[in-house]
């Protein structure tokens, strides 16, 4: 980064009194990775585009409660997490409503052998909302057990329980889906 760039807090401040260039110039900062995380959370880059621009709103609206007790990174990826959640939520009330009751999904292709990530992550799609949240934060964005209670808004403990707890579901419907290709 250049060193006569500002930071975030200076960007912040400045966005706080009303310039917008510092905002967008925190946008161009942070877009790839809310992105990202949007992207991981949801599992559709239409979905991802949607919650990350619609975090960048609320972030924008929510700047002069920023209280600076976290990263400006750190606040919007909380920001990002909760819409990404709320919205899987809503789409899978969704299809839920929209389905109909008679047809009966229609089993997953087993992914190739050689390549673990679309069975990964189609695990991954298979977990509860937070617990999926707290395993992308952890290992995909490489954020701290602290980093990722601060995002998700729970005590350090909950994201270790919920850590655990998702490694033992994907370790068992792994093993379930490595039984039935058997």
């Keep these: 980064m250049d060193e006569s760039a500002p930071d975030d807090t200076q960007l912040v401040r400045r966005a706080r009194a009303g310039d917008e260039a510092a905002f967008r110039g925190l946008v161009a900062r942070h877009q790839d990775r809310a992105y990202a995380l949007a992207l991981r959370l949801t599992g559709a880059p239409a979905d991802a585009e949607e919650v990350a621009q619609d975090a ?8 002069p409660s920023f209280r600076f007790e976290a990263a400006f990174g750190t606040w919007l990826h909380r920001i990002v997490a909760r819409r990404a959640l709320d919205r899987r939520e809503r789409l899978k009330a969704r299809a839920k409503r929209e389905a109909p009751e008679a047809d009966a999904p229609e089993p997953a292709a087993p992914a190739a052998a050689d390549d673990p990530g679309p069975r990964l992550e189609r695990l991954l799609d298979g977990l509860p909302e937070r617990a999926r949240a707290a395993v992308v934060l952890y290992y995909y964005e490489d954020r701290a057990v602290a980093e990722v ?3 998700l808004g729970v005590p350090e403990g909950t994201v270790k329980t919920l850590l655990s707890r998702a490694r033992l579901s994907l370790r068992e419907a792994w093993a379930r889906e490595e039984a ?3």
Excluded at 56 to 63: N, S
């Design 56 to 63: 960048f709103v609320r972030a924008w609206r929510a700047l």
């Design 149 to 151: 209670a601060r995002i």
């Design 180 to 182: 039935r290709q058997r």
